[in-house]
């Protein structure tokens, strides 16, 4: 968070609770109607699964964008890249290359905790001949540390907890400490929708949405618990 004072770094950390801030840089937003802007206006900021825009005075969140949003990533040159999102398009003028690389490089880590089969190299569509074989590299390495990181079942809490992100759900903890202190700890492979049992319908989508992209468990047991439509979608569809 180089360049930004620590009394702004507490006044974003605040807004953002319980998000934590990871990652926080300036930007120029890009709007296409606007005269040259040559000093940052807003703010960049990225949590574990999600980025925000934050306006600089006074300090308020403008838009966000879950990382599942996006569709495409387009750099334009060393310091500008366009985002591609589900809902809308945001263009950044990062102040330099470096910030620019740390924030795909965040996002694509982020991505690859939720879903730990992708690439999310696959997302920059447009890249300058001058960065493309700098940030294939980055980003290469970024897959392979991840890779490399054995989490619990499979990463099944980050996606879970991904997925709640995405459609504003709230985290249920006990979902995540039943998996990481129970099925990990005894090496259960097979995910018994039972034990969730008391969950509502939403929540148990979402766990099921979790274990289609999940390869750690082996197989679903439900005898007797009857699904939701959503939730039997995803079954049927992995």
């Not at 040559?38 to 308020?60: D, F, I």
Request: with cysteine; charged share 20%; net charge negative.
């Amino acid at each position: 968070m180089d360049g930004v004072s620590q009394r702004l770094q507490g006044q974003i950390s605040d807004l953002l609770k319980p998000h934590r801030v990871c990652l926080l840089r300036p930007v120029i937003l890009n709007h296409p109607s606007q005269t040259c802007v040559r000093e940052a206006n807003r703010y960049v900021v990225l949590s574990l699964w999600r980025g925000y825009v934050v306006n600089r005075q006074p300090v308020k969140v403008e838009s966000s964008f879950s990382y599942l949003e996006i569709s495409s990533i387009n750099i334009h040159s060393l310091t500008q890249v366009v985002l591609e999102t589900d809902r809308q398009t945001l263009s950044f003028t990062f102040l330099q290359v470096e910030d620019l690389e740390a924030i795909i490089s965040h996002m694509a880590a982020s991505l690859k905790k939720i879903f730990p089969d992708s690439s999310p190299e696959k997302l920059l569509k447009t890249v300058p001949a001058g960065l493309q074989q700098r940030l294939c590299v980055l980003l290469r390495l970024t897959e392979e540390q991840m890779d490399a990181q054995l989490e619990c079942c499979g990463g099944f809490c980050d996606t879970y907890a991904a997925l709640c992100d995405f459609n504003d759900i709230a985290l249920r903890e006990e979902i995540q400490w039943d998996v990481d202190n129970i099925y990990h700890v005894s090496n259960r492979r097979q995910f018994n929708l039972l034990d969730f049992s008391h969950v509502d319908s939403r929540d148990m989508a979402l766990v099921v949405a979790a274990l289609s992209f999940n390869q750690w468990f082996t197989s679903i047991y439900s005898k007797e618990f009857k699904l939701v439509n959503n939730s039997t979608i995803v079954i049927i569809l992995k």
